[in-house]
């Protein structure tokens, strides 16, 4: 959830502003892609235990998920079990039948015995190898290690797709996913990094391959950087927010000697680290505080950001010698431009940056003391949300980018877009308006959804914007929000106006996407 406000903040005094002149905008749509979790609905990968959920300790007779704590090793394999326990994993945990069925192929490493869970059942099996036969139809499936030798425990599970035994260990990504997001300029890998919250610190804290699964800490680099290789797409790093120095270099070294040198990199602190509803932002509050960089948390947060974006970008410019091959990221509050002052004008931060980056959403955030409130809108038809996100919501967003780019141009930087698309969501307690989330549910599976992202993203282009992330590329609506441009991966563009609008966006504008 995005919530955007925009407070009433006392003016600080700041360095010189920077005056060279803005480049030369290239309007282009990049893609926030989901984070891995069991329950995603979004399946980049053949291999779906990359994104199993982490074990769940189970003892016969007890409640689910009530056994001993596990001993795990440093990847999160199960190292021993205790008496009459037992370990168990969730996959796939997607409802109506949009993942593949049919014949999973489950390899693993090491002695001990794998046993099938829920809505699944073991058509074959021999050492190391089992074949486990799913049902899509009834939901997510599970599985179960029963036993383990401590000596040589169980480690290294793979549960591939139908059809991919033989091409799994080379070909990682699932086509659909690579199919649906070629020809998009950039994947930013916010949520595959797990950035909100993040608690890695150091570079042995990181996710690697060797990791039981991506859903505890987030995608491997390796992993990312494969995937931009594959489809040619640049990659949007966020470094998280309790990174040390250490990590940022080894991280850049990594991209340097992996990564095609014919792609851009965008390197930003963290994400949202303005948005009080994260832990970055007030980790950076309390950091600025403690450097006396502001008398309130907010603005000593702000300065922060300024200060450490610009040490990483160093980091990074010793490693590649040079910034010619990234572009050096400075995050600010889409609706504040005084927040994207504070930020690039402290200490010349933006003679360090190449971009400022906003999220310009079209914005309803609706809750019981917003105006108007949840119980409101939740008696409106579609037609008047999406209305007034046509003559309120979309000239806002309007005016925001409008703001934000004379600030852009004033420090002569780039103006991104972290983040975007519509925002129609309850907050604040009207998320648990059943009414109101239907509603929302509704409008963005209308055809006028699409005519607005279409609006929005001509507008975007109209006012000097350059790259532009969609937040987000494939999710489960629910109250929490619809950022999913479509529910499944198995969605047709032609059941998602908004999805079709954005493919149809980027084709127009030059990208080799595909818009079915």
Known sequence: MKILCTLALPMLILTTVATAAAPEPKPQL??????????SSELPFVDVFRQSRVWISQQQGAAWGKGPELALDEFGWVKKLEPGCFAETMLCTI???????????VLYDGEGQLAAGQNSKITESRPGRLLL??????????????????QNYVRN?????????????????????????????????????????????????????????????????????????????APWFCMPHLADDDFVR?????????????????????????????????YTGEQGLKLKLGEKAWEAGWHYTALRSVEIFKIWEDVFG????????????????????????????????????????????????????????????????LDHAGTHALPESIKWIQEQKKVAD?????????EAGQHL????????????????????????????????????????????????????????????????????????????ATLRWAKEHGQPVTTR
């Open 250 to 282: 080894r991280f850049a070294q990594v991209v340097k000697e992996r990564l095609d040198p014919a792609l851009k990199i965008y390197i930003e602190y963290s994400n949202e680290v303005w948005n009080g509803q994260f832990a970055q932002s007030r």
């Open 95 to 105: 409802s109506g039948g949009h993942y593949p069925a049919g014949i999973y192929t």
């Open 30 to 39: 990049g893609m926030n892609l989901a984070g891995p979790a069991d329950w």
């Open 157 to 233: 599970i793979r549960v591939i797709m139908p059809g991919f035994e033989a091409s799994y260990a080379k070909d990682l990504f699932y086509p659909p996913f690579l199919k649906r997001w070629q020809g998009f300029a950039c994947y930013r890998f916010m949520d595959w990094m797990h950035t909100n919250g993040s608690d890695i610190k150091t570079w042995a804290d990181r996710p690697t391959l060797q990791h039981a699964t991506f859903s505890r800490r987030g995608v491997a680099l390796e992993m990312m950087i494969e995937l931009c290789n594959r489809q040619k797409v």
């Open 133 to 150: 036969e799913v049902n899509a139809s009834k939901g997510g499936f599970s599985l179960q290690l029963k036993e383990t030798n401590p």
């Open 322 to 385: 040079g910034h010619d091959r990234f572009v050096r990221v400075l995050p600010s509050q889409g609706a504040n431009s005084h927040v994207s002052k504070q930020i690039l004008g402290f200490r010349d931060a933006a003679k360090h940056a190449d971009a400022l980056a906003i999220a310009p959403y079209i914005t309803l955030c609706i809750g019981p003391r917003s105006k108007p409130d949840a119980a409101t809108v939740a008696g409106w038809s579609v037609e008047q949300v």
């Open 425 to 500: 969501v309850g907050v604040g307690g009207g998320e648990n308006n059943a009414e109101l989330t239907q509603l929302f549910l509704a409008a963005n599976r209308h055809p006028r959804m699409g005519v607005l992202y279409g609006k929005y993203l001509d507008a975007w282009a109209a006012n000097g914007g350059d790259l532009l992330c969609i937040f987000s590329s494939t999710g489960a609506w629910s109250k929490w929000g619809s950022w999913g441009l479509a529910e499944f991966q198995d969605s047709r563009a032609a059941d998602y106006p908004k999805l079709a």
């Open 410 to 418: 004033q420090y002569g930087l780039q103006l991104v877009a972290y």
